[in-house]
């Protein structure tokens, strides 16, 4: 239901503007995305916490949860959303949404636009995150 009412404005956009895609740097797009891949999870993660930040590196945009402590275990959980394709970044990231590809699934020509390294996500998440 969330999720709906969440796009409903997009889909109004698209009506009246004759659009028949957002770009992924749209923040509201880019985190439907990812919570529309959710899988029902122990962690309690349901996607209205979810915020995203622009990729300082290149394109693409970050989807995540601000917590970062589950049951008294730290987990970043991070996407990133490139050409309305999403990424989970992470093994936590990629237990909550089994179903999305890894980055290094991903085209290379597309991941080349992003800045980052398919292999690794400490460079995401201290964009995200901070370091620690």
């Known amino acids: ?10 889909l ?3 009506i009246i503007f004759g659009v028949s895609h957002v770009n992924a740097k749209d923040d ?5 995305i990812v919570i529309q891949a959710l899988e ?6 349901g996607g209205a916490e979810f915020r995203t930040k622009p990729n300082e590196k290149g394109d693409g ?28 970044l992470n093994g936590p ?8 590809k890894w980055p290094r699934e991903a085209e290379p020509s597309n991941w080349e636009k992003t800045g980052l390294d398919p292999y690794i996500a400490t460079e995401a998440i201290n964009i995200v995150f901070g370091s620690k």
Not at 28 to 32: D, F, I, L
Not at 62 to 87: C, K, M, N, Q, S
């Open 93 to 100: 990231s990629k237990m909550l949404t089994p179903s999305l």
């Open 40 to 45: 029902p999870n122990k962690l309690g993660v």
């Open 28 to 32: 509201h797009y880019a985190r439907g």
């Open 61 to 88: 945009v970050f989807v995540y949860d601000p917590r970062t402590r589950f049951h008294g275990v730290e987990r970043y959980l991070i996407w990133l959303v490139i050409d309305d394709v999403a990424y989970p």
């Open 1 to 10: 239901m969330n999720f709906i009412k969440m796009m409903l404005p997009i």
């Open 12 to 14: 109004a956009c698209s």
